[in-house]
Every structure is written in C-alpha cells, then in structure tokens.
C-alpha cells in the first residue's frame, strides 16, 4: 500500500474538529477494546490531529506531526509508531527468522512462514480473514510489519500454501521515514 | 502511571534496534547502539562486544530454522550490508564532487536577484530553505526550475556574500565542509564606474 508514497501524493492537509477527535478515538476503541485503557494518553485531549488525504483514497491521521493511524475506505489502521506504543492490543502474529528479510522489503508473507517453528500463529477459532495483524517476528521484540489476513488464521495452518498475509505496512517503506514538518 | 511503551529507535537506520541487523547499516547502528544505550547493546549483541563466535553460538541455539537456512540467512544480509555500504559511499563520493553554484544575475540597473542551484544533493529542503533566506532578509524568495529543468533557489536582492556565508555554515553543519562552493558574479559591482565619473 505505500510501496511508492512522497510527499506529491499528498492531496490536502487540514487540521480536525475536537468534535470528530471524539469520534475517531471512539472508533478506534471499538475497533481495539484494549486500547481504552491507553487512548488519552496516545491522544491526548488538547491534541493536534491532522487529516492528510493522499492518492487512492488514503487518509493519515497524524497527532502531534507524528502519524499515528491510517484509513483506506473505512477501517482505521494503526502505524507501526503507535504499535510500538502499545503492542498488546492488537492481534498478532509471529514470523520465522527467515521471513524477516523478505517482509522488510515489503513482500507479502507466505503461509509456511507463519507456521514453521519459529512462527506463531493465535490458537483456534484464531482470525477471521481481512483482520489486519500487526506481525511479529522470532527472537524479536517489536513489531515489523502491519498486514491484512488473505485467508482465515485456521485456513493458513491447513493449507500453508501461497499468500497469507497481505502486506500494508512495514518498518523502512515510505510511510516509516515519512515525516511531516 | 503511563501503560506506553517507549521504544527507542536507531538513529542509524531508523528501525527498532532488534531490527538492526537486518538494515545492511549493521556496523554503524552497533556502533551508535553502544555509545547510546550500552545496556541494549549488551542485551541484544551480547556482552563480549567483538567475540563474533560466542554471538553466532547463541544465535543458532535460538534460531529455529535450521543451521544451513541461518548460514544464508547470514551471507545474505552480509551482502545485503556490503552493498548498503557501496551505496553509501558512492552517494557521498557524489554529494563532494557535485557543487553549489551561487550566481548573481541583474535585473534592471540596481536591482539582482542572487540564484542558487545544486543544493538538491544535500538532503535539504529547498523551499524551507527559500522561506528561511525571505525571512532572513526580509525579501522576496523562491524556489523555481532553471533553463536545464534543475530546482534553483531565486533570492530578490543583492545578498551573495550573506548566501554564500550561509550556506557554507549549512553544509559544514553536515559535515560536508569540502564541499565547493561557487560564486558566479556575472556583473561586476558599480563601484568602478562610480569611481570613474567622480574622477571626471
């Protein structure tokens, strides 16, 4: 999604209403439950959010000039950044040692990746398909990448075959160095 | 009570520092993770710094991919970390042997306009740079495209010498002291000519 991303694809900047700060927050927590306990302090009250409207219908949300969310059509997806913050809210899965160079340049992440020994994947029911993970690596503390499910968690351990996880967003695209000044 | 985790990232490569090794800027980021944060370093890298045997030891027991996927996992980012360096140094081979140009262009009888080109190089912002050099003299500036199609920074004025001054103290804050920098005077001062007629 943001494999080619500079600054001339940034259509609009404006800054939002604290009354639509309130929705979005409300929207994030209904999305991620556990980040209720965190989101006063992610987004504070007197916060600056921008809205930056980009080519295909991208939005970022940034607060305070650091990116902290984007949108494509309607599901608010959190930026590596604010993963960091706080990691345990998201559903996660855990990649192999071998895959890390593949999805740092930005390939979509194949099912054996996810399932091998040094991989995690979330026990069953596990996740419906198009949930958006934040993955994780072997041996590794923080996240790596952000993506979007192509087939059920269930389904990848059965098939293991083809791919997994659709990639969004990761550490070094784009989107990581872009910064706003 | 904060629930937020503060991550520290490399200042080298930009990425949390588990993911060093996988930049291809491994050396500097260990280098800088040491100065930094000693404590990191030694958890990550383990605590004998150099003792490449003891490290690659304890990251085959952990690594769960086998030893010949590990060994090219291996010579792969050293390659991968070869090439990062190569392209470092030719970018910075061409960052010193390329030049800014400072030209001082006139506009009708008293009045210039200073234009700068070949700043693109450098990783600077050229329009906040334009807004900086209006504020600063309290002129007109802008950032336009010249005849060969390359970003020049176009200053109303006669200013060279405060440009010139400037931008030399902007690169030697990059360290890139070496840098030429080029002072085009296409019209000569009026002072001669002035000299002249009070001489007649």
Redesign the interface.
Known sequence: MFKKFSKEDIHSRSNVKSSIQRTLKSKLVSQYPALELVIDELIPKKSHIELIKCEDKIQLYSVDGEVLFFQKFDELIPSLRLVHKFPEAYPTVQVDRGAIKFVLSGANIMCPGLTSAGAKLPDSPGLEKDTIVVINAENKENALAIGKLLMSTEDIKKINKGHGVEMIHHLGDPLWTFSIE | M??????IYCEV????P??CE??GKLKRCKKWLNETHPDLYAKLYGDSGDDEVTNLGKKLV????GEE??NK?EA??LK?QKREENKEQRELAKKLSSKVIIKREARTKRKFIVAIQGLEVFEI?MK?LAKTFASKFATGCSVSKNAEKKEEIVIQGDVIESVESYIQQLLAEKGLQDVKVEVIDTKKKKKPTTNSTESK
């Open positions: 904060s629930g937020l985790k503060e991550v490569c930009s990425y949390p588990d993911y996988f930049s952990e690594s769960s991919i996927r590990e996992l792969d980012l991968l912002d906040k």
